[in-house]
């Protein structure tokens, strides 16, 4: 298992539900990230943190929403979800900073499938 | 920014064959270049990663080549097996504060028994 944990690992939500993704890194990396992973595109960065600060939100809908209460953990909340956001969601994490760390380590990702 | 392209997007071989797959990208300031291996089910693990200030690099059946003036670089696994079967992502990374990993499309490797 990786130093990346992610709940819940399946989720099946309706298009009015409200949900919320976690993921725990433990490696004491500095900057932690949600990616999208959909059948044959390649990885879509979606948000990124740095520090506990977002420096990147890559035009997503406002459906998605993260928070970050601490370097350690980051969270996606979703809301009025579409059939089209069903994917893999993968969250990693990383130093970031000149030089920065061996790579970027990647938890198992939340199943998503809306209906 | 960056962009990474990877090809081929699907590669069959047979067992105990070569497989060769190729990264090309545009930033001349990348100077870090990992390569992931998905299996199915699972997310993106590390499996192999070159900095800028070396040409190869090899850990048992894979290797990684890297050529700054083209800017291309490539994964090599040799005597493949079917467990080698899985979608692999070449990525560079520059060295500013910041810059992150800009993936390429992935690759689906089948290996056939």
């Known amino acids: 298992e990786t130093g990346v944990t992610q709940t819940p690992r399946h989720l099946v939500m309706g298009m009015t539900n409200k949900k919320s993704l976690k993921c725990e890194q433990h490696?004491?990396?500095?900057?932690m990230y949600w990616y999208k992973q959909s059948a044959k595109k390649p990885l879509e960065l979606m948000f990124v943190?740095?520090?506990?600060?977002?420096?990147e939100n890559n035009s997503v809908p406002s459906r998605f929403s993260p928070e970050c209460p601490n370097s350690s953990h980051l969270f996606l909340h979703l809301h009025t979800l579409q059939p089209e956001d069903s994917a893999l969601y993968l969250c990693?994490?990383?130093?970031?900073?000149?030089?920065?760390?061996?790579?970027?380590?990647f938890g198992p990702g939340t199943r998503l499938l809306v209906l | 920014g960056e962009n990474v392209e990877q090809h081929p997007s699907t590669l069959s071989v047979q067992e105990g064959d070569s497989a060769v797959i190729k990264c090309t990208y545009s930033?001349?300031?990348?100077?870090?270049f990992p390569w992931y291996k998905q299996e199915l089910g699972k997310g993106p693990q590390l499996i192999i990663d070159i900095r800028s200030n070396v040409g190869e690099k090899k850990d048992q059946r894979i290797a990684v080549t890297l050529n700054k003036t083209a800017k291309h670089f490539s994964l090599h696994i040799t005597e493949t097996q079917p467990e080698d079967s899985a979608v692999y992502f070449c990525a560079a990374r520059g060295n500013n504060a910041g810059n992150m990993l800009t993936f390429g499309g992935g690759t689906r490797l089948m290996v056939k028994p």
């Open positions: 943190y740095n520090f506990k600060e977002q420096t």
């Open positions: 930033d001349s300031a990348s100077n870090y």
């Open positions: 990693a994490s990383s130093h970031l900073g000149v030089g920065g760390g061996p790579g970027t380590d």
């Open positions: 490696l004491g990396h500095n900057a």
